[in-house]
């Protein structure tokens, strides 16, 4: 099951008159729910326990009457302790009492300039004005308890929530998005005037509001805006009764948990219930709060008229990374310019070196589809099952991507799921159109129209079969031979993440759901015995059982409520609604498991050989995105283009049958494209059917590393396709210049060095200290910037050895990506690298000491003439690679006079390398025989240089 429902037993009431510390629906309120249409609040569990472990913290400090925050001492001591009793009470009954203790005090937003800016210089910005606004702080023991902690995890009031958010979780607490409906209007629901205006919509609509635009005509662009805003809330009251939202509710949390069973990774749901102020019963969506996600907006383009997008990679400022004809990378670049910020351009050459671009050159280039995504072709499979037409959004904004920490072989991020509330609302538009290809028939108007879930398409036909092979199993289509065969492939390819997932099926999804639909076992041990294996069957033969599970639940609520036919009728409509979902559900999956018959059993790279060959034969071939405004990842055919082919097998041999019978002669002709007479002598047609058969296993093998995309384009003539080697190109160029997308932290006091500085010929870092007795190897490992006590490290390497060293460069280009081995002289075990693109080499030393019989590392850079910063961060970037949290490096052996600049470069190295993930900030190396802070190189006084 999700998550704990010891606190879930409340729907928090839906008021205006909040603040954070409250104790709402068994969760500390910290902030209104920052996104979306609906209302809604975040909040942590009221026994959350790294929050809990603080407030026993003050309470004992209370207790003692040594709170340092007076106001809070002052309170407990005026208030708490008039509590009759209190003092006998236990620990966590004083808890609840201090946590539940609130006065609210009213205040209101001071007014600010920029709000006046946002109301007469911006067109789409209004709701985020708060001058004069009202609001409320609780300065009772459970608000003052909260800021104190808020002051603990060095949240300020300026920082973005979702910065906010994630201080808390660091911290060890799980945060929560309750969404509920808006307040009751004539019997209707829905959301408030402000939070429409944050929705695409509602910008755009604000242009009429603008008070220059309005003087312009005269009021009637105000009037126009007040009429669209009041008209589609009219609109949306309309729909929405009570039913309506809480049947809403209770399908976008099945609709979730079913696309996490299909494959898709979403986020955590459940349903909470309440009631409105009349007694109807209101229902709502309480989801974990996902740290670091962000939507697509601003990502998609390539088919802006027709949503027919792709998602584009993009540069440190959110704008979209190009290529133009010669192959060089063009990107933003932000400058001050007397004051004002400024985007400009910059290009990113083939050898690496960065020169100017301008906007016409930008704007002719084009965008790279982004191959650094997880999950997209794995995803879609649910997204055509539930008929979401909306389920990415206009501009992206449906769905999101998440950091993925440490980053699955190319993948930075993973496709993640959050908002299914369009799933399954009726019947289905496209999936009577599924071929086995994936493509679809989507319906051209727009109001049927599936929005940009071209995103998912730009994928590996074997990956986009993950999803088809997941549900495979949970329908018994494959058996655990051909379930086997097919996860080896996967782990053979590198993917070991799908390959155990799928392994796992079905006995993964009882551990996850199992407990959760086995709440309501009654009976003796024998019944519930017999209840969990009926359970183990039906997630073996179709998980759809579920969604009965939940209307039969809404049911016999319904026969409980005999004596009240009003609510009966409400528990009723929500069984009515499940029994519909369970239709169009059952329907969908039959349709996929049908459309998919012929290629089920097959393997991966048996996958591969068919996408290749229907690639090879199609009438016509894109590398380009449909407005020819994206490079992208996969060839890209239509499906009226497409030339369908099967894979068939008869006494343990194979053929490839072509299901096109109209154009077999300009099939053969693209077929000899392949120049392979073997191959040429298997090729048969018989009744007008193409086939390629008589194959054997190591045919098979021979085609799966013929036919690849790149050869494909080639035999093709598709010059504009992006090969591999240009993929690896554009990331190495990217990563070799990240320094311009990582700025140095101002805040940090800055070294101010003496004018008579001498170069740094050889400095010793050394990781290790000498010993009387030989040491044993030290292994080196990066840890996960969330994990403070890991139990299995990212990367282990002994570094004893030149050859290890080099080896370990070799193996880890993510991090080494921007240094290449110039030399190697294993006799004196020492090894030269180089920066790519530079001549002059970092000298590492391993140095085994005889006499004390341990092993010393050692770095320099043979520096010549004047240098900067950036030549001693070559030296500590270098060291860094064989770190782990706890090294210490010694900087005394350096010349006083060079020591400085050595340490602040090792100040410098070391911030990057928490940035990135590899240390955090309570676990990483340190640097001893520092300059002292007070001394005639430099003085640092309340946070600043002198």
């Known amino acids: 099951m999700y998550m704990s429902k010891k606190y879930l037993t409340k729907l ?6 909040v603040a954070p510390g409250d104790v709402v629906g068994g969760m500390i309120y910290m902030m209104d729910k920052p996104v979306g249409v609906e209302p809604g609040m975040i909040g942590i569990s009221v026994d959350s326990p790294s929050y809990i472990a603080f407030v026993k913290e003050q309470l004992a400090l209370l207790e003692q009457n040594e709170h340092p925050t007076k106001q809070l001492q002052s309170r407990f001591n005026q208030h708490i302790k008039k509590t009759k009793g209190f003092q006998a009470l236990s620990q966590e009954e004083k808890i609840k009492i201090l946590l539940e203790d609130k006065v609210h005090i009213e205040r209101r937003y001071p007014l600010k300039r920029k709000d006046l800016k946002r109301v007469f210089l911006s067109t789409g910005k209004f709701h985020e004005v708060n001058s004069w606004q009202k609001y409320y702080e609780n300065v009772g023991t459970g608000g003052l308890l909260f800021h104190s902690y808020k002051d603990k995890l060095k949240i300020h009031k300026n920082d973005h929530f979702a910065s906010q958010i994630q201080k808390f979780i660091d911290d060890g607490n799980k945060a929560y998005m309750v969404k509920q409906d808006g307040k009751m209007v004539f019997g209707r629901t829905g959301p408030d005037t402000s939070r429409l205006l944050k929705t695409e919509v509602g910008r755009k609509l604000q242009l ?34 009570p039913k309506a939202a809480n049947s809403a509710a209770i399908v976008e949390e099945v609709a979730t948990k079913l696309a996490n069973i299909r494959g898709f990774n979403s986020q955590e749901i459940e349903i909470i219930e309440g009631t409105y102020k009349d007694g109807t019963p209101k229902i709502a969506t309480v989801v974990t709060w996902s740290p670091g996600c962000r939507d697509l907006t601003g990502k998609l383009a390539g088919g802006e008229e027709d949503k027919t997008n792709v998602i584009v990679s993009w540069d440190q400022n959110g704008v979209h990374l190009k290529v133009d004809k010669d192959g060089n990378i063009i990107r933003s670049k932000k400058e001050m310019i007397k004051g004002k910020e400024k985007i400009s351009y910059e290009k990113i050459l083939e050898n690496g070196s960065v020169s100017a671009a301008s906007i016409e050159e930008y704007n002719q280039a084009k965008a790279v589809s982004e191959h650094r995504i997880a999950g997209l072709g794995e995803s879609l499979i649910s997204f055509i099952s539930m008929g979401d037409r909306d389920g990415i959004g206009e501009v992206g904004q449906n769905k999101v991507i998440l950091p993925l920490k440490p980053p ?27 071929s086995d290809d994936f493509s679809i028939i989507n319906p051209t108007n727009r109001k049927s129209r599936f929005l940009n879930i071209s ?53 993964s999804l009882f551990e996850k759901y199992g407990d959760e639909i086995g709440l309501d076992l009654k009976g003796d041990e024998a019944d519930k015995l017999m209840h969990a294996q009926q359970i183990k069957r039906w997630i073996k033969n179709g998980d759809l059982w579920w969604i009965k599970n939940e209307e039969n639940k809404y049911r016999e609520l319904a026969r409980n409520e005999a004596e009240n036919k009003e609510l009966q009728k409400h528990y009723l409509s929500y069984a009515d609604k499940l029994s519909t979902v369970y239709t169009l559900a059952k329907h969908a999956d039959n349709k996929v498991l049908d459309a998919f018959s012929k290629r089920i059993k097959l393997t991966p790279s048996q996958i591969d050989i068919l996408e290749n060959i229907e690639k090879l034969t199609a009438h016509r071939l894109h590398a380009l995105s449909p ?27 194979f053929a490839l049958v072509c299901e096109d019978t109209k154009n077999i002669e300009n099939i053969k002709s693209r077929l000899a494209l392949l120049n392979n007479d073997h191959l040429a002598s298997k090729i048969k047609t018989v009744n007008n059917i193409l086939k390629i058969e008589d194959l054997s296993q190591e045919d098979l093998n021979m085609l799966h590393q013929e036919l690849s995309e790149e050869k494909i384009a080639k035999l093709r003539d598709i010059p504009e396709f992006r090969t591999q080697a240009m ?44 010993k009387k007795r030989r040491s044993k190897p030290v292994a080196h490992s990066y840890k996960s910037k969330q994990e403070k006590n890991p139990k299995e490290t990212l990367v282990t390497q002994n570094l004893n050895t030149a050859e290890n060293v080099e080896k370990f460069i070799q193996e880890n280009q993510q991090q080494c990506a921007h240094l290449k081995v110039v030399s190697k002289n294993p006799g004196s075990l020492t090894i ?29 850079k043979d520096l010549v003439g004047q240098q900067s910063i950036s030549d001693y961060q070559d030296v500590c970037e270098c060291a860094l690679l064989t770190a782990t949290s706890n090294t210490q490096y010694n900087i005394s052996i350096a010349p006083i006079e060079q020591r400085a600049m050595l340490q602040q470069a090792f100040d410098i190295e070391i911030a990057k390398a928490v940035q990135d993930g590899r240390f955090t900030e309570d676990a990483k190396p340190t640097v001893v025989g520092r300059v002292p802070e007070v001394s005639a190189l430099f003085t640092v006084s309340k946070g600043k240089s002198l």
Request: with cysteine; hydrophobic share 35%; net charge neutral.
């Open 408 to 434: 699955q072989g190319d993948c930075l991020y993973q496709f993640f799921g959050i908002d299914f509330g369009k799933a399954y609302e009726g019947p289905n538009p496209i999936i009577d159109s599924l």
């Open 627 to 653: 407005d020819g405004k994206v490079q992208l990842n996969h060839l890209r055919v239509d499906r009226e283009d497409r030339v369908p082919w099967q894979l068939t097998t008869e006494n343990g041999k």
């Open 832 to 860: 030269e690298v180089a920066k790519t693109g530079q001549t002059a080499p970092l000298q590492i030393f391993i140095d085994n000491d005889i006499e004390n019989q341990s092993t010393r590392y050692a770095i320099k």
């Open 208 to 241: 009429g509001a603008n008070p220059f635009v309005a003087i312009a005509t005269a009021g009637l662009s105000a009037l126009g805006f007040a009429a669209g805003i009041l008209g589609w809330r009219a609109l949306i009251l309309k729909q929405n009764t």
């Open 727 to 770: 993929r690896a190109s554009f990331e190495k160029r990217l990563k070799l210049n990240k320094e311009r997308e990582t700025p140095i932290d101002a805040t940090k006091p800055k070294v101010v060095v003496t004018p008579d500085d001498q170069p740094l010929l050889a400095p010793v870092i050394t990781t290790e200290p000498h």
């Open 455 to 507: 995103i998912l398409y730009d994928t590996s036909l074997s990956d986009k079969m993950k999803g088809v092979y997941l549900l495979a199993v949970l329908r018994n289509k494959l058996s655990d031979e051909e379930k086997e065969k097919v996860a080896a492939e996967y782990e053979a390819n590198g993917d070991k993440s799908f390959a155990d997932k799928l392994r796992a099926y079905p006995e």
């Open 12 to 17: 928090p009431p839906k008021t205006s008159k």
